[in-house]
């Protein structure tokens, strides 16, 4: 009897610029031996692999040596892709069997805030109004860190995405404050801003 190769895509996660792929893949026909996978990013050709790793949850007539877990550069193209997995028929089916698709998102880039300049209306004796443009549609947020006479920095604030202001009431007068303007999303500091 004629059998067609079956299995799985587990998953698809996406940490920076590379991907984590895993399943599994068994040919009936030749159930002790392992199975290429042909993978697929987005419908352009990714390349074959071998599935022959340790699956020890599969039925023990196939042996457990049926398993990929491969890590691969991912498309960064901004958007949504979708990555897909076959089994390539080893012995007497006629079928490629497709295991899964799994979707992954590659976000915009966030784009760095403008500081926009003090007007003099901006500032008091204990306040400092704080403004940027907001040039980014995909930051999850915005915070504003504090510098007092040189000191080390520290958080004071944390904003919606595309929040574009915040006034800071604790600034000390004539004592030269430095506060900036950071996206969530990101650990590098925006140009501070002085008082």
């Avoid at 074959?48 to 398993?67: I, K, S």
């Avoid at 947020?141 to 929040?163: I, T």
């Avoid at 009431?169 to 506060?179: G, L």
Wanted: glycine share 10%; with cysteine.
């Amino acid at each position: 009897m004629k059998h067609e190769p079956f299995g799985a895509l587990d998953g698809v996660t996406r940490t920076g610029d590379k991907l984590r792929v895993w399943g599994w893949s068994v040919d009936p026909d030749e159930p002790w031996t392992p199975t290429d996978v042909h993978l697929y990013d987005s419908g352009v050709y990714v390349g074959a692999f071998t599935a022959n790793g340790n699956r020890p949850d599969l039925p023990a007539e196939y042996g457990a040596a049926h398993g990929y877990d491969l890590t691969l550069p991912a498309n960064m193209a901004t958007g949504d892709h979708s990555f897909c997995a076959y089994a390539i028929n080893r012995s007497y089916g006629s079928t490629n069997t497709l295991l899964g698709c799994r979707p992954y998102n590659v976000p915009a880039p966030v784009v760095a805030p403008t500081i926009l300049a003090f007007q003099d209306w901006d500032l008091t004796s204990k306040a400092v109004d704080l403004e940027w443009t907001d040039n980014s549609g995909s930051e999850t947020g915005y915070r504003v860190d504090r510098s007092v006479a040189g000191g080390a920095w520290q958080e004071v604030w944390r904003g919606h995405p595309n929040a574009w202001t915040w006034t800071d009431q604790a600034v000390t007068p004539n004592t030269r404050t430095a506060t900036g303007s950071w996206r969530s999303t990101t650990s590098a500091r925006r140009r501070p801003r002085s008082a």
